[in-house]
């Protein structure tokens, strides 16, 4: 099946009429499917599926919290809303129930699908139960895994908890698992089930190759907690074992990624080359789907079924919006732009001063300051100089006229798409501006997910492009930081300079690596797709980097204004463009991650109903 559908199998309507009898309290309902006809029919176990897949939860997607992309340092929120800048660009410390989930409603919802198949599914045959008793151990493995990462360890729960006839509720109150009991789990059930679960060639519900992800990812995680959580001062366990992982056991699981991320890599998928422009290239992997090779599993859209979304509706750049009351909400950062190196090998800051810092570099376009970088750049974020369908962002600050009696440039700023005296352009119709809403206040817009499609950002018609959950180049980036840990660093090479190569470097451009260099290779290709905040977890490097000073340009969301020069008579740098490095001017707070965010809090109503379940380290 191309395309997941969701559907309500709770609202199906029975066309037929209901006569009026006495008997009426015992017929069977007109309007809502019995355990028996749903599990006798694949259609709707398939209906049933679907809405289990749209629940598995993420930090930030396209349609659930994808405001969230700008709560750590890739962007800064440019939307509108009272509460954006408080709720977004102000975050004093981070909550330590931010990213708590205890998903049991899931877990149960599950579980029940799955005994009820086993009981009243008479109808199905033996290689149906089979493939569709798989598909449900992944969604549960899969939500396991987002429970564990943001939690420790969980309780497992593998059957449904029925109170008895007294109502005593205390067999049923479970402990916590220990936290690498509950990745022995994740890993057992994708052992278990990868050769079962079918559905070969489809990117929207799992089949082998997505539970091998799933695996590759869960141990990657696992495998960086056993060893750089031991490396943290204060270390964070719980004496059962509940918070922390064992050292000694970080090679075992870092050896799990690096043969799931293998098999992976074997098998029919290929990184997607079907455009020769790098950049170009790189955008079309999150909007292609026709003919796309790299894509594993994703959440899809459809707009002929009317499913579809708002995202490039709220993100389209300011100037090529189309009948939007919103745009740019998520604008990048210059942080995430300068994590891109340049083609040369060199790192990605950005030149705008002279080598005394005595003067601007001037550029001749608005483009020419991030020739030669990384593809992945171009495909990720759209930049001064650049267009998007077909059309020109039109990104320019405002103008700097050389005063010379004071010996110095007096910036001029105007309204959106404003002519400057000379004729020409004073303020871009895209901005950025510093204060305006749903105009890029950081001088750069989003491009990643945005959809191509002619009227996608009109509030009608809206977007189908797909969330990808899994693809193959982050499978590669497993492989990569696996096989270094293991100490295998030409295995680790090969892999990242093939994805480096994808966007446009030389064969073999690195040499050598490290734990930070791998890292940014993450944050570069997988910007926007719900890692950067797991990776700086999972290697508990968000302190450091998220340490709240302002001094600190890691935890300061930083901007890039582009001016065009008014300076005649001077033939090196009238017409020219400079630019200013700052801070994104509606960003309020320094990032601030603490000790005690690396497990989220517990639920109180959780330890109330259940005196077995203990709390997370410093909570």
Known sequence: MRNLIKYSICCIAILSAVSCKKDWLDRQSQTILGNDQVMNDPKLIVGLLANFYDRIPTDA???????????????????????????????????????????????????????????????????????????FRFLRAFDYFEMVKRMGGVPIITTQLLVDEKGDVAALQRPRNKEAEVYDFIASECDAIKDAIGNGGSSTRANKYAVLALKSRAMLFAASVAKYNSQLTPNITLPGGEVGIPAARANEYYQKALDAAKEIIAGPYALYKGNPSPGENFSEVFVKKQGNTEVILAQDFLQSKGRNHGFSYDNIAR???????????????????????????????????????TDFIYYNKPEDIFANKDGRLYGTVIYPGTSFKGLQV????????????????????????????????????????????????????????????????????????????????????????????????????????????RAGFPANSLTSLTIEKLLNERRAELAFEDHRLWDLIRTRRATAVWNGQASNPQAMQRALYGYRVVRPGDAARHDKYVYVELVAPRFLTPRLFQVQNYYSAVPQNVIDANPKIIRNPFQ
């Open 394 to 501: 039109g990104l320019q600050a405002g103008v700097m006229e050389w005063n010379a009696t004071t010996n110095s440039y007096t910036v001029r700023e105007g309204n959106l798409g404003s002519l400057f005296t000379d004729g020409k352009t004073l303020t871009g119709i895209s901005g950025p501006q510093r204060a305006t809403q749903d105009v890029s206040n950081t001088g750069f817009n989003l491009r990643k997910y945005i959809d191509p499609a002619p009227g996608s950002s009109n509030r009608g018609r809206q977007s189908d492009v797909w969330w990808v959950r899994f693809r193959l180049g982050e499978v590669y980036l497993n492989a990569a930081e696996a096989a270094f840990e293991l100490g295998q660093t030409g295995v680790a090479l090969g892999y990242i300079n093939t994805l480096r190569e």
């Open 61 to 135: 997607s396209l349609t659930g919290r994808w405001q969230q992309h700008t709560a750590y340092d890739d962007a800064v929120w440019s939307g509108g809303g009272n509460a954006g800048d408080i709720e977004r660009n102000s975050i004093p410390a981070y909550a330590t129930n931010r990213w708590t989930l205890w998903d049991y409603g899931f877990v149960r919802d599950v579980n029940l699908a799955m005994e009820n198949m086993e009981t009243v599914g008479t109808s199905l045959t033996v290689d149906q139960k089979k493939q569709f008793n798989a598909e």
């Open 319 to 357: 100037g090529i919006r189309e009948d939007n009351l919103g745009s740019s909400a998520i604008a990048p950062s210059l942080n995430l732009v300068e994590s891109y190196d340049y083609l040369d090998g060199s790192v990605g800051t950005l030149k705008t001063r002279n080598a005394t810092n």
